[in-house]
């Protein structure tokens, strides 16, 4: 298995992580690279991780699960597709005003191969975004073909990662269309706090119409509750509700109101690579290894029709 690294930790502490993770994110991943190497690399799966509320836990899902899949030996690319361009700094790029970035993908049509660049994460290569983003969700009005924009810029990507995450905006607006368009499922991430599921029932209304007419076969990859914390009885009031309204649609996996989570991006580097026994890092190598558990079954699922000629 390929070694991981973040390429400015010294080489201490890069063992230190190296081992620890193993042990944490790749208990399972032994028989989906089984799968890998008898049929070759699958094509990736796409997650955009959306809801149009805003500051409910999207971008640190994104950067922080893309990061953590990438450190299980899962060949990863995090497209950022925010004009606030959270993700992309939260990954360890600063501002640059002559870099390519989305705005390039969906409005000039550059290929993927003159946009993509390798972050300081083995395995996680970034799609960028900048504030001039903000302009392509109305210069993309009257573009021909607009919702599909970036499902076909991806195509290339498909063959060659095996995990795509997209980070999308606070709105349900074109960009946010695109990525849904795009994407073979959506995670949902909600905050564990009074009215958590506000915006909630039109982003589910948006999907199934998303289903209906540009993409039917969009999934729900999951909800996940994020932010939660468990001093406080409304937190564990609130999961316990969605839990009970969502079933099995939410993730086994938590993610805690955790300080390090919220200083890790101005560091530039995912909570695996800032605070590795932080309950932060806990929890989004959980969901990594339930996003990877849930390919494998998916692959499993597949191998049987494909066995039985479903
Ligand atoms: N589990 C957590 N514990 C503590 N702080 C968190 C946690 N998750 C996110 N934060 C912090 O909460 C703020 C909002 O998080 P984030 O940017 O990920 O949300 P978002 O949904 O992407 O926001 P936006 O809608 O503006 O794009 C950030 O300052 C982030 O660092
Ligand atoms: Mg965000």
């Known amino acids: 298995m390929r070694c991981f690294t973040w390429n400015t930790l010294d080489s201490n502490k890069k063992s230190e992580n190296r081992i620890e993770l193993k042990g944490k994110i790749l208990a399972s991943v032994s028989w989906i690279c089984y799968f890998s190497l008898v049929w070759g690399n699958p094509l990736a799966r796409i997650i955009a991780v959306a809801n149009q509320k ?11 699960l893309a990061a953590c899949l990438a450190a299980a030996d899962q060949p990863t690319l995090l497209v950022d597709c925010d004009s606030q361009a959270n993700a992309t700094a939260a990954i360890g790029f600063q501002k640059d ?72 905006p606070p709105a349900l607006d074109l960009l946010t269309l695109n990525a849904l368009v795009a994407a073979d499922a959506v995670l949902i991430p909600i905050q564990c706090e009074y009215l958590a599921l506000e915006g909630v029932s039109e982003l589910l209304d948006t999907l199934m119409r998303i289903r209906r007419t540009l993409n039917p076969s969009l999934e729900i990859e999951g909800i996940l509750l994020t932010m939660y914390d468990e001093r406080t009885s409304l937190s564990r009031q609130v999961a316990t509700d969605l839990r009970s309204f969502f079933g099995s649609q939410v993730f086994q996996s938590l993610i805690p109101r955790n300080v390090r989570l919220a200083e890790a991006p101005s560091f530039g580097k995912p909570i695996i690579f800032y605070d590795i026994h932080s309950k932060g890092a806990e929890g989004y190598s959980q969901l990594a290894q339930e996003v990877i558990a849930n390919a494998e079954k998916r692959l499993g699922t597949g191998a049987r029709s494909a066995h039985s000629g479903a």
Do not use: M, W
Request: net charge positive; charged share 25%; aromatic share 8%.
């Open 54 to 64: 805003g500051g409910v836990g999207k971008t640190t899902t994104a950067v922080n």
């Open 97 to 168: 005003p002559a870099r390519k970035t989305v705005y390039h993908a969906l409005i000039l049509g550059e290929p993927f191969e003159k946009i993509f660049l390798k972050s300081q994460v083995d395995g996680l290569d970034v799609i960028p975004a900048d504030k001039n983003l903000a302009g392509a969700a109305v210069e993309l009005v009257l573009a021909e073909s607009r919702e599909y924009k970036l499902q076909t810029f991806l195509l290339p990507a498909r063959q060659k990662y095996r995990f795509v995450v997209l980070d999308c």
